[in-house]
C-alpha cells in the first residue's frame, strides 16, 4: 500500500488512529488497550492525572516508544510501531513536557534545526557552504523568520535559549515543532509550569496554529480549563486504560472521569 | 637563593638576550601546538556528537597511517593510497556506527567508553594482523610534502623553520579552520550541535542519529589520518604514535571536551608551555620534562576550572 500524504485526507478524516495499544515497561504497565483516532484539523486533547499513561501514549506515536501490542495508522498506514525518523519525515512533530531544546544554540538555529528534513542539498555542498546549499540555506531562514514573527519571539532571535525564561522556552520549542510543517503536532503539556498570561499567550498560538496553518494537533495538558476551552474531542486516561472520549461537556459530565479526578472510594 | 634566581630571574634574563633562541623555541611550540590540537579536535568532535570519550582515537592516528603506508607499500601511487586510507577510514566510521554504536543507544556513557576501548583493542590487532608490529617510515616525499629547512636571520640570530614544520601547521590549521566552519555554519553541523544538546528532541525533529555519527567518526578519522602523517614524519609509524594521541587529554583539560576553539587554544597553551618549560626550566630537574609537562598544567587547571576554558558551565539545579 502506497503512503498518502496529508494533503489526500479530507478534514474530518482520520489523520491517525491507533487501536488496542498495550505498553509494558517490565511488569508495569503503562498502557493497555488503548484506541482513539484523531481526525484531520481538530485539536484532540489527552488527559489524565498524573501516571495515567499520556506521555507514553505521545511517545508511542512518535515512535520513541514501541508497544507490545496494538497498532498505529497513519495516513492510512497501518504499523506495528513507528520509528522516530520516520515520524518526522511523515510529518509528526512533537513538543516534550520537560523543554527539550538545544541549549547551546540560539533560538534562530532551534528553529532551523527543526527544518532538517525540508532541506535536502547533499553533503558535499553543505561541506562548501556553496552553490544550492546556500541558496537552500536562504529560503529557509525565510520560513523560520515567518515562524518567529508569528510566535512574536523577533527579540531573542540571537539569543542561546539556555538563557530564555520558561515561558519562552516553551514557546521557542513550539517554533522548532512548527518548522517542519508539520500535519500532526504533539504538545505535551504546552502550558505546564506557566502563569496565567503565558498560559493565554500559548492558547492563542495554538489556537492560531490549528485555524490558520490547519495543523491537527494533539495535546496533553493538566489545566481542565484550558482543556475544556481548547479542545474539539478529549480522550480521558487512569491507569493506563482509556476511561473517556468524547466532546468536552461530554467528558465533564462523565461519573468516571469525575471519580478519577476526585477520587473514589473503593 | 640561588634556587629562586635560577626559576624567576637567569631563564628570563637568557630570553631577553637571546631572542633567536626564544623564537625557535616558540616556533617548535607553535608547530607541536597545532598538531596538539589537532589530535584533540578528533576527540571533541566524537565527544560532542555522543557524549562518548573515544578512547580508540589515538589508536586511529596509527591506523590510518598505517593503512595509508601499507596501500603505498602494495605499490599503488602516493596519492591513490591517500585516497584510498581515506575510503577506509569512512568505511571504518560507517562499520562502527552499525556495528557498534547503533545498538548502544541510550546506554549510559561508561558503556559507549568501554565499547571505544575495545574497538581501540580491536584495531590494534587488526592492524599488527594486516600490516605486521614492526615500525615503518611515512611516506613524506612521496606525498609531496616539503623537506629541508629555512634559515631567517633574525634579532642577530638565526631562526631554523623546518619545511615540514610549516606544512604540518599549515594543514593542521586549514583542518581544524574547515572543520569549525563546517560545523558552525551547515544544516549538518547544527544537526551535530542539536544532536549533542539533546539526543530525544533532535530525534524528534527529524535528524538521523546514525547518519551524524557516521559522519563524526569519518570527520575524527579525517582528524585521525593527517594527524598520522605529519607525527609520523616526524618520528615513524609505529604502535607507540597512540601515546602522543594521549597528549589530547590534557589539552581536552584545558580546553573543555565540548569546545572546537577550546582544543584549539588548548593545544597551543599546551605546545608553547612545554617547549618554554622543558628549555628555560628543564634543567632544573635534569631535563625531559616535556614527557610530563602537559599533565601537570593540566592538574592545575582542574583544581581551578574544572570545565576547563570554554567548556559548558556544569550548573547543577536542586
Known sequence: ?266 | MDLLFNIFVSPFIEMVTMPDFLLQVLWEGFVSGTLYALIALGFVLIFKASGVFNFAQGIMVVFAALTLVGFHAAGLPAYVSLVLALAVMGFLAWGVERVVLRHLVNQPDLILFMATIGLSYFLIGFGELIFGGEPKSMITEQLGLPTGSTTIEIFDGIVILQHLDIAAAAIAAILVAGLALFFSKTRIGRALRAVADDHQAALSVGISLNQIWAIVWFAAGIVALATGIMWGARSDVSFALQIVALKALPVLILGGFTSVPGAIIGGLIIGFGEKLFEVYWGGLLGGGVEGWFAYVIALIFLLFRPQGLFGEKIIERV
Not at chain 1, 509528526?92 to 544554540?105: C, D, E, K
Not at chain 1, 485555524?211 to 493538566?222: D, K, M, R, V, Y
Request: glycine letters at 8%; aromatic letters at 8%.
Open chain 1, 1 to 266: 500500500m502506497s503512503a498518502r500524504t496529508a494533503a489526500d485526507i479530507a478534514v474530518g478524516e482520520d489523520l491517525l488512529h491507533v487501536d488496542d495499544i498495550s505498553l509494558s515497561f517490565g511488569g508495569v504497565k503503562a498502557i493497555q488497550n488503548i484506541s482513539f483516532n484523531i481526525v484531520k484539523g481538530e485539536i484532540r486533547a489527552i488527559i489524565g492525572p498524573n501516571g495515567a499513561g499520556k506521555t507514553s501514549m505521545l511517545n508511542v506515536i512518535n515512535g520513541f516508544y514501541h508497544p507490545q501490542e496494538g497498532t498505529i495508522t497513519f495516513l492510512g498506514e497501518e504499523r506495528r510501531k513507528m520509528r522516530p525518523y520516520r515520524a518526522a519525515s511523515q510529518g509528526i512533530s512533537r513538543t516534550f513536557q520537560n523543554v527539550a531544546l538545544f541549549t547551546g544554540m540560539s533560538t534562530l538555529d532551534n528553529i532551523m534545526a527543526g527544518r532538517s528534513l525540508k532541506m535536502h542539498r547533499n553533503f558535499f555542498w553543505q561541506m562548501f557552504r556553496y552553490g544550492p546549499a546556500l541558496n537552500e540555506e536562504i529560503e529557509h531562514r525565510r520560513a523560520v523568520e515567518e515562524i518567529i514573527d508569528f510566535l512574536e519571539i523577533e527579540h531573542i532571535r540571537k539569543t542561546p535559549v539556555g538563557q530564555l525564561p520558561y515561558g519562552l522556552q516553551k514557546r521557542v520549542e513550539l517554533g522548532r515543532a512548527l518548522a517542519a510543517e508539520p500535519s500532526l503536532l504533539l504538545l505535551d503539556e504546552p502550558m505546564a509550569g506557566m502563569n496565567l498570561e503565558e498560559k493565554e499567550d500559548m492558547s492563542r498560538f495554538v489556537i492560531d496554529v490549528n485555524q490558520q496553518f490547519g495543523t491537527t494537533i494533539a495535546l496533553i495538558e493538566h489545566d481542565m480549563g484550558v482543556v475544556m476551552d481548547l479542545a474539539d474531542r478529549i480522550v480521558v486516561m487512569d491507569y493506563g486504560k482509556k476511561i473517556a472520549d468524547g466532546m468536552p461537556k461530554d467528558v465533564q459530565s462523565d461519573q468516571n472521569v469525575i471519580d478519577a479526578y476526585l477520587g473514589v472510594a473503593h
